[in-house]
């Protein structure tokens, strides 16, 4: 027994070296894989005691329960093959006790978190090595805790809160000390351990339950929103609370400035919801979401935004129309939509914008089912599109950028509300036109392509009043086209800008030729300019001096 010791201390001794050569090595290298021991089959002679391995940890327990990166690299090596492991009685609390070190030790700490103007001791921002190196040794992190999964799984060992918790911190390879190695590795150790992957829906509800009500509700506890009461119902006498930046907004967020990895485990938690899960949990979900909504901040703001949307999916209309949160929602993001340059820099506004407008139209969608609903559904995106897309444009449309985006979002509305958004026609066929015809238009095709589209949208959905705007509409599209025609080098950006136009023109002949002599007013612009010929709907041509016949496909 005594010989076996000395053998698996040896072998232990010559990983921990291995470990710490290694970790002076990946300082400068960007890959997370950088940070595993390879070739260390021949370092084993002996089944490593689980007890063993934690004494030969030689840190001691600091007050943060952290480990030094030799050692998460030296566990990792260790508990990578299962049959290394030799598992006896008692390897519960040194399971138990790797664990929380290793969580302890990878989960993303305050240098991750915002900056608060009211916290002078908030250390500096880090550096892009700082964070690869962080993104390795969470990497490293991630794979002890997927060894100890199972080696827990063969002492039927129940994955804890903590665990998930940290699995659910690295799910999101978009976060900062997230890499798509960590989100991978992460990911895969969730799919085994939460109990809604093998179908079992009342576990996973009592799970995701546990961390709403253990790990989420008590850091957001100190941002309520006033609109709302505890069971999460719209309160009936609601009192706006302007929001005061002070010195104690960094003790009211900590979600915000200190435990910024909660966010992406109140998401990944609402990404698991199930519909028949949604309204037992309401309570829970509601405040953390209005929260990020809330915020000042646009990147939480769009994290709210687009956590809304997974919820809404799996919200019965029926339940949020008893919850009257409807209203409340609406209200905490059409603010959003005055998120314009200047005031908001051009990058951020464009996110932001991407996440409210799905919002909106999703919870326009859930709040006002059609048909029984189709009048108060069309004013909300009436609203939406007056002051949203209208208001906005006439502020930042000069910014090609920011004016594509609002031209899709255009196209999204038109679409839920078919024939009837003619009534703001006289607004909307001018400011595409107008955008069409531009002097340096096809220097950013994007935004052309998003107006073509439009206008197809337009002329399906409003094809019998398209009459009187036939004029603005050509204009558009037949000065467009020939800029295009005149340019040195048509790529297949403009090449696909050009077949739209062709597409646009034949839809609108067909919508309208029943009432006006199109045909006649095509051959008027064709004899003004010869060089608008390969753009018109032609299927058969009389070149001869007698009048040309336009038949439309």
């Not at 880090?126 to 999964?149: P, W």
């Not at 949208?457 to 295009?484: E, F, H, N, Q």
Request: net charge negative.
């Amino acid at each position: 027994m005594a010989a076996a010791t000395d053998r698996q201390t040896k072998d232990l001794s010559q990983i921990q070296l291995a470990a710490q050569r290694l970790v002076q090595e990946i300082r400068t290298q960007s890959k997370p894989q950088a940070c595993l021991l390879n070739n260390i089959t021949e370092l084993v002679s002996e089944p490593i005691s689980l007890e063993h391995l934690v004494t030969s940890i030689q840190t001691p327990i600091t007050p943060d329960k952290t480990l030094p990166r030799e050692d998460i690299v030296f566990l990792e090596a260790c508990l990578r093959n299962p049959s290394w492991i030799d598992l006896y009685p008692s390897a519960e609390k040194a399971v138990t006790d790797i664990q929380q070190r290793t969580i302890s030790t990878i989960i993303p700490t305050k240098a991750f978190a915002q900056r608060s103007q009211f916290d002078p001791g908030s250390a500096p921002e880090l550096e892009q090595d700082e964070i690869r190196d962080c993104q390795g040794m969470a990497f490293a992190g991630l794979r002890i805790l997927r060894h100890l999964h199972v080696i827990s799984s063969i002492l039927h060992i129940n994955p804890s809160l903590e665990l998930i918790s940290c699995l659910a911190t690295f799910s999101d390879q978009q976060d900062v000390w997230t890499s798509k190695e960590c989100a991978l590795e992460a990911n895969t150790t969730l799919s085994t351990t939460v109990p809604g992957f093998a179908g079992d829906a009342d576990g996973l509800q009592q799970l995701l339950s546990a961390l709403l009500e253990q790990k989420v509700r008590p850091l957001f506890a100190k941002s309520k929103n006033p609109a709302v009461t505890d069971q999460a119902r719209k309160a009936i006498q609601s009192l706006s609370v302007p929001t005061e930046f002070n010195e104690q907004e960094t003790e009211n967020k900590p979600w915000k400035y200190a435990d910024v990895y909660i966010v992406t485990v109140f998401r990944w938690i609402v990404n698991q919801l199930q519909a028949c899960m949604t309204e037992k949990i309401w309570h829970l979900i509601i405040p953390p979401l209005l929260a990020l909504i809330d915020d000042e901040s646009t990147t939480n703001k769009v994290k709210g935004c687009e956590t809304l949307m997974v919820l809404l999916k799996v919200t019965p209309s029926q339940f949020l129309q008893r919850t009257g949160l409807g209203d409340v929602f609406q209200d905490a993001l059409t603010p959003c939509l005055s998120y314009l340059p200047s005031i908001t820099p051009e990058e951020e506004s464009i996110r932001l914008l991407n996440a409210v407008y799905p919002s909106l139209l999703s919870l326009t969608s859930t709040r006002y089912p059609m048909p029984q609903n189709g009048a108060q559904r069309i004013t909300v995106l009436d609203k939406i599109l007056r002051v949203g897309i209208l208001t906005g444009y006439s502020h930042a449309g000069e910014l090609v950028r920011i004016a594509d985006m609002l031209v899709q979002r255009l196209s999204d509305i038109i679409e839920l509300m078919g024939s009837m958004f003619v009534k703001h026609l006289q607004d909307i066929i001018p400011l595409l036109s107008s955008i069409l015809s531009a002097p340096f238009a096809t220097s950013y095709p994007p935004l052309l392509r998003s107006s073509v589209l439009a206008l197809q949208v337009i002329i399906l959905s409003g094809w019998p009043r398209l009459t009187s705007y036939r004029g603005d509409i050509l204009k558009g599209l037949m000065i467009c086209g020939k800029r295009i025609n005149e340019e040195d080098v048509i790529n297949s950006d403009l090449r696909e800008v050009q077949d739209g136009i062709r597409a646009n023109l034949r839809l609108l002949a067909l919508a309208i030729k029943s009432r006006v002599d199109i045909g006649g007013e095509l051959e008027m612009l064709l004899k003004s300019d010869p060089n608008i010929r390969s753009l018109l709907p032609v299927q058969k041509r009389l070149a001869e001096k007698e009048q040309r016949n336009w038949q439309i496909n």
